[in-house]
């Protein structure tokens, strides 16, 4: 952990990309008990009742399935409802009142347990399971119907549900704010160039629970890189990140568990503060 302090004392007495950034991934909510997505038991591996994701989750199948996907996304929600923040989250948390405005969270998670654990300084680049938005033509961001209630997946959406699940301007389908595999990142859903903003000033990005397998978060990482920040990748095994971090200096690899590499983080940081005032 000596490479690990050396990084943290730098970053932290810098005048300029002097910020902290945390990556997240589906791998931090583990331990809450919601499953990651391409892990051996994720939900991109085994799928659903009717089809794998990368044809299930996707707006062309949206299209002519609503009902269908509607029962997906409400499985989920309940799922995501059901569990609480875990220690990871709460450290993360502890992270953002230690280090105030020089720590940014960018999370490609849709659960929100994030925002539950108290983090304000977020960036949700695949969305969340708070909003809806139109699938037509209007495109209006929502709060999500709080006459539309979470359910088990063999239970029915109620007509009554379904007339809250239209666009109260249009009357199109409204759809989940979160992104589809055939979707492209956008500013306004998905924060695609605040976050690299952000990658572009930090001084050390730490990359958790994720395996890289989508392009932003690569972006991310890159993007860091190339204006002179440290790239932390601490997972617990290789992943997409791996190849290209490999041979690149102001790297660091530490493959273990997220909240134990958090907490080593946050022990850390709670010296250098405190030796700062």
């Given amino acids: 952990m000596n490479q690990l302090k050396e990084i943290l004392e730098e970053v932290y007495v810098k005048e300029r990309r ?99 654990a108290g983090n304000q300084n977020i960036y949700e680049i695949h969305g969340n399971y708070r909003e809806v938005k139109c ?55 998905h924060k695609i160039y605040s976050s690299l903003k952000v990658a572009k000033n930090s001084g050390v990005l730490f990359i958790l629970g994720t395996s890289g397998a989508t392009n932003l978060p690569i972006e991310i990482a890159k993007t860091t890189l190339k204006n002179g920040g440290y790239v932390v990748d601490a997972n617990i095994e290789d992943n997409h990140f791996t190849t290209l971090l490999k041979g690149k200096k102001r790297v660091l690899t530490i493959r273990e568990q997220s909240k134990d590499m958090l907490q080593s983080i946050k022990e850390v940081l709670e010296e250098v503060v405190n030796q700062d005032q």
């Avoid at 791998?27 to 794998?52: E, L, M, N």
């Avoid at 009357?171 to 979707?183: A, H, K, M, T, V």
């Fill in 135 to 189: 699938s037509g033509g209007c495109g209006e961001i929502l709060p999500f119907p709080v006459d539309v209630k979470g359910k088990e997946l063999t239970e029915e959406i109620e007509p009554e549900e379904i007339k809250h699940l239209k666009c109260p301007d249009c009357g199109s389908w409204l759809r989940p704010n979160i992104l589809w595999f055939d979707e492209i990142y956008n500013e306004r859903t």
């Fill in 18 to 116: 002097n910020i902290f950034t945390f990556l997240t991934g589906a791998g931090v909510s583990a331990d809450s008990g919601i499953p990651t997505y391409r892990g051996a038991d994720g939900i991109w591996v085994k799928g659903t009742k009717y089809h794998k994701p990368e044809e299930f989750g996707t707006y062309r199948y949206f299209k002519d399935h609503q009902e269908e996907v509607w029962q997906y996304t409400l499985f989920r929600k309940k799922m995501i409802e059901s569990v609480e923040p875990n220690e990871s989250h709460i450290i993360l948390y502890d992270l953002e009142k230690l280090l105030e405005e020089r720590f940014h969270l960018i999370t490609q998670n849709v659960d929100n347990l994030h925002r539950r």
